[in-house]
């Protein structure tokens, strides 16, 4: 028992020594960026096991500046927390941070980086973004979007019209979300209350749950071998779970995709292998196997529903803590569409709408901490060198309530983005930054926008949103997950316009 007690002692000794000697060798070779003091193998824990890693963050940037190192495990993170350190690194530098880290979370939910989102850098990654990249373009010609959400609004404002009580916005902005990606991911059309779809809402949260808040495995790995938490038990199997569903929808799409025929996006991308296949580019085919595709389908499927959801369950609180702006959005719908529906040919028109979605996005931190990138080489960002293989992240939150960019960075104003005239300006804001930039900006941006400016102004068209009598907006917000803020429950009350 002696034995074994200092047999242990001696290898912590080893390894504690072992990481101060790497650490020290690293510190000579590189300029590093500065960060809070931590202790050996733990790292930081204070601070990275914090769901408000974000606003922490910011405050220790008051001390350290922009570019900051935080110990993570024995992992080192490096967090961007201006608008200039992160232009330097993602626009400027672009390939150097397009890397993508490995976790075993990001593992497992890719199939070993077999999707866009999650895998690193790489011929085969720019290969699989043109083709989902095509896809969308492909997809979003014509009115067939626009049609899909009109369809789904309408099944979904009726459902509300009918609530007699104070009811929770975010079920059904939920249901929606997902009905919508649904259509486009599969095609199909799904009743209102569909136990199929309600079954990958309740997936989706319960993935959330677990990627959101974190497993042990994605700090020491090698636990998921040794001996595997519970949360990691459950993660995999609803992460199997969701790969099972989204294979069964693929294996249906080969077995009925017809020449000519665009359903939808999963045949989009069957039509992109085609292509490959009929002119004869063996190198494109070995990229375009099943698994990967199907893991393009679950980016947009799963990522598309969770921000776009998280954002329209806020744009609903604003319009209920404002009802002042609820109303000048609706003077500007009724004045461009009249007694018609609102449709995409009318975007253009809707300025101040599209300006209050543009706060929201600024005001709701739904990205928080946002991907994580990975230095594919040794580079510099702020005047320090970053060496290759570290994490890299964006603190969006930070972003997004610089007081040198943003005055009154806590209040909700959409006449930011308002030239003189009411008209949108022709440049966002330096500071805005929801869908990330650079090599690795979000592929879903060209979706996302059209299809939640086309939701407001249907949910804004059809309804007066207010709070319940004698309720006041709550000012607090509640954690999701790292870095991830949703309003504090509230309950709605929708009137008919005339």
């Known amino acids: 028992m002696i034995d074994v007690s200092v047999n242990i002692q001696t290898v912590l000794a080893g390894v504690s020594i072992g990481l101060v000697v790497l650490y020290v060798i690293k510190r000579m070779r590189y300029r590093l960026p500065p960060g809070p003091w931590c202790l ?33 495990g024995t992992q080192t993170w490096i967090i961007l927390n201006n608008i200039d350190v ?95 990606l649904y ?73 009925t995709l017809e020449p000519g025929i665009n359903r939808d996006f999963t045949d989009s991308l069957l039509i992109a292998r085609q292509e490959a296949e009929n002119e004869g580019d063996e190198a494109a085919l070995e990229k375009l196997d099943d698994a990967h595709l199907i893991q393009t389908i679950s980016d947009i499927f799963f990522a598309g529903v969770d921000t776009t959801r998280m954002t329209m369950d806020w744009f609903v609180y604003f319009m209920t803590k404002h009802p002042e702006i609820q109303s000048k959005c609706q003077e500007e719908i009724d004045r461009v569409v009249g ?37 594919i080489c040794d580079s510099q960002v702020g005047g320090y060198d970053i060496p290759k293989g570290t994490t890299v992240m964006i603190n969006h939150w930070a972003l ?56 407001c102004a249907n949910l804004l068209k059809r309804f007066e949103i207010r709070l319940p009598d004698g309720i006041k907006a709550n000012p607090e917000y509640r954690m999701m997950g790292f870095g991830v803020e949703l309003p504090s429950e509230y309950k709605i009350v929708v009137t008919e316009r005339e």
């Open 40 to 72: 050996p193998l733990v790292g930081n824990y204070s601070v990275y096991s914090s769901f408000e890693i974000h606003r922490k963050m910011r405050e220790l940037s008051k001390k350290y500046g922009p570019v900051i190192s935080l110990s993570v």
């Open 86 to 180: 992160v232009l330097e690194a993602m626009v400027k530098k672009k390939a150097d941070f397009a890397g993508r880290p490995k976790f075993a979370s990001g593992d497992l939910f890719s199939e070993g980086g077999k999707d866009i989102a999650l895998s690193t850098y790489s011929p085969t990654w720019k290969f699989h973004r043109k083709i989902a990249g095509k896809a969308l373009r492909h997809y979003l010609q014509g009115d067939l979007l626009e049609h899909m959400i009109q369809d789904n609004m309408n099944k979904f404002l009726d459902k509300m019209a009918q609530e007699k009580d104070p009811f929770c916005a975010k079920d059904y902005i939920n249901l929606m979300i997902f009905h919508q």
């Open 183 to 255: 259509t486009i991911c599969f095609g199909e059309k799904r009743a209102v209350d569909d136990p199929e779809v309600k079954a990958y809402l309740q997936l989706d949260e319960e993935l959330n749950d677990g990627l959101g808040t974190g497993v042990l495995e994605d700090v020491f790995p090698y636990f998921k071998d040794i001996y595997p938490t519970a949360k990691w038990k459950k993660l995999k199997s609803n992460v199997n779970e969701s790969l099972t569903l989204l294979r069964t929808k693929f294996k249906q799409h080969v077995d």
């Open 339 to 375: 007694s018609g529906i609102p449709s995409m040919k009318n975007r253009n028109n809707f300025d101040f709408l599209e300006a209050c979605l543009f706060e929201t996005m600024r005001l709701a931190n739904v990205t928080g901490l946002g991907v994580p990138h990975m230095t």
């Open 400 to 455: 997004h309530h610089d007081p040198k960019y943003w005055k009154d960075h806590e209040s909700f104003d959409p006449n930011r983005y308002l030239d003189e005239n009411g008209k949108l300006k022709p440049a966002k804001p330096e500071s805005w930054l929801p869908f990330s930039a650079g090599r690795r900006v979000c592929l879903g941006e060209t979706v996302a926008k059209p299809e939640m400016l086309l939701m």
